[in-house]
């Protein structure tokens, strides 16, 4: 079975510039997370989106958005980029059955950021 | 979800016995303690979970105390790729969007040949 896959792997943009994230989640898999994992504030949780809508959202701004398509595949779209926005963003999958017990999420290995 | 804390690093010899433990005295009955761990580059990697019992599977054991307040992951016979940032969250059975994960500092475990 594929892993959760995100491209592109690495990305460069200068400020002002907007940017667009993709993910593929586990085939089967329901819901979609995004996290932003920078050096000084660690992995933060951005969004997750859940048959097509987004279910929960992290302290944010809203400079940055998401979406989920049919096939649960999911998109993550950054405007207006700022220097502070360079960082390793990671989509995760999970099957999110209500009630469970054993949920994990699978990362993916990431896009690597890099506004200038 | 209840917060953790779990030290900032730790050495381990290679083929000895990683112990990492992790606090979490907040810890509400129905949450769960999972730990993931985070190679340099990549995505953080489920490692195990449990409530109260202790549990093993093929990557580590976790045991939990009786009071639930603290909780240790074992890597039986570390080697130089277990060198990782291990991550110890506390959480509750799954709700829709409720994947928003307190990731915290997690413990910087390097094995040393």
């Known amino acids: 079975k594929a892993g959760v896959t995100q491209t592109p792997r690495y990305l460069i943009k200068t400020r002002g510039q907007q940017v667009t994230l993709s993910c593929s989640p586990i085939?089967?898999?329901?819901?979609v997370s995004w996290y932003q994992q920078t050096p000084g504030q660690g992995l933060q949780f951005l969004f997750e989106?859940?048959?097509?809508?987004?279910?929960n959202k992290g302290n944010f701004p809203g400079r940055f958005s998401g979406r989920q398509f049919s096939n649960s595949r999911s998109e993550m779209n950054v405007s207006t980029l700022e220097l502070g926005d360079s960082a390793l963003y990671l989509c995760?999958?999970?099957?999110?059955?209500?009630?469970?017990?054993?949920?994990?999420?699978?990362f993916g290995s990431g896009t690597q950021l890099s506004v200038l | 979800d209840a917060k953790t804390t779990q030290p900032t690093s730790m050495d381990c010899a290679e083929g000895r016995a990683a112990n990492l433990p992790c606090n979490h005295s907040t810890i509400s009955g129905n949450e769960y303690v999972y730990w993931y761990r985070q190679i340099h580059s990549q995505g953080p990697q489920y490692i195990i979970h449990g409530l109260k019992n202790n549990e093993t599977n093929e990557m580590a054991s976790l045991i939990i105390t009786e009071d639930r307040k603290s909780s240790t992951l074992i890597l039986p016979h570390a080697t130089l790729r277990d060198t990782a940032v291990y991550y110890c969250i506390v959480r509750v059975p799954y709700q829709t969007g409720a994947n928003n994960l307190f990731f915290g500092t997690g413990t910087r475990l390097t094995v040393i040949p």
């Open positions: 085939s089967g898999h329901r819901s």
């Open positions: 989106y859940f048959s097509e809508t987004q279910r």
């Open positions: 995760a999958s999970s099957l999110a059955l209500d009630g469970a017990t054993n949920e994990k999420l699978f």
